[in-house]
Nanobody, 121 residues
Framework: QVQLVESGGGLVQPGGSLRLSCAAS????????MGWYRQAPGKSRELVAA???????NYADSVKGRFTISRDNAKNTVFLQMNSLKAEDTAVYYC???????????????WGQGTQVTVSS
């Protein structure tokens, strides 16, 4: 079994900050990329940021300069520091991990359960 557990969501005022965390646990041999997606009401899920196991990052244009993704490989954890939050950042945020459970397995994407981020005054 593999689990991804997110934490750190909540309600914040415009201009504020939040830090999301996502820890992967269970039978894991290695993790390649990890990332964060979000889904707002009535919209499709979209990529927010991703990071490879060597630290290369990729961001959606809408969050560049405001959000920072990082990871702790020793703890199989990925973080998303969100600054200068806007109302349009309101969404459920999901983490994912592309991982292998054994040396011979192909990489499979696993998802967390999601954490709500609401930006409102």
């Amino acid at each position: 079994q593999v689990q991804l557990v997110e934490s750190g969501g909540g309600l914040v005022q415009p201009g504020g900050s939040l830090r999301l965390s996502c820890a992967a646990s269970g039978s894991i041999f290695s993790i390649n990329a990890m990332g964060w997606y979000r889904q707002a009401p009535g919209k499709s899920r979209e990529l927010v940021a991703a990071i490879t196991n060597d630290g290369s990052t990729n961001y959606a244009d809408s969050v560049k300069g405001r959000f920072t993704i990082s990871r702790d490989n020793a703890k199989n954890t990925v973080f998303l520091q969100m600054n200068s939050l806007k109302a349009e950042d309101t969404a459920v945020y999901y983490c994912n991990a592309d991982l292998r459970r054994t040396l011979w397995a192909t990489a499979t994407r696993y998802w967390g359960q999601g954490t709500q981020v609401t930006v409102s005054s």
